[in-house]
């Protein structure tokens, strides 16, 4: 098992910039995309970037694509997600999560269900 700790969050005005740290501990070696996902009140969990542990490949959301940068350390045990010019609509809790298996489309690499450990989450709170 995998035990994810996010930090980071809080609140930051619309066009300044954040970042998110999550740490991962237990059999990281068995990670094969480790990422962020996001839940706004009364919507969906979304994807927001993942990357591939081996190759680090990264994986963003439209939305987010040219903002936010998904980056991870040598070690291969702290994820970090880059906010830059974040907008009001990117306020959600955001949880760092990892996944074991390989994915055999890439298009499921946002699937949720197939992510198998998810961090407790931290909040982000944009304001115009």
């Known amino acids: 098992q995998v035990q994810l700790v996010e930090s980071g969050g809080g609140s930051v005005q619309a066009g300044g910039s954040l970042r998110l740290s999550c740490e991962a501990s237990?059999?990281?070696?068995?990670?094969?995309?480790i990422g962020w996902f996001r839940q706004a009140p009364g919507k969906e969990r979304e994807g927001v970037a993942v990357?591939?542990?081996?190759?680090?490949?990264?994986f963003y959301a439209d939305s987010v694509k040219g903002r936010f940068t998904i980056s991870q350390d040598n070690t291969k045990t702290t994820v970090y997600l880059q906010m830059d010019s974040p907008k009001p609509e990117d306020t959600a809790m955001y949880y760092c999560?990892?996944?074991?298996?390989?994915?055999?489309?890439?298009?499921?690499?946002?699937?949720?269900?197939?992510?198998?450990?998810w961090g407790q989450g931290t909040q982000v709170t944009v304001s115009s």
């Open positions: 237990g059999y990281t070696a068995r990670i094969n995309y």
């Open positions: 990357v591939n542990t081996a190759s680090r490949n990264t």
């Open positions: 999560a990892a996944r074991r298996q390989p994915v055999g489309y890439i298009g499921d690499v946002f699937r949720s269900n197939e992510y198998n450990d």
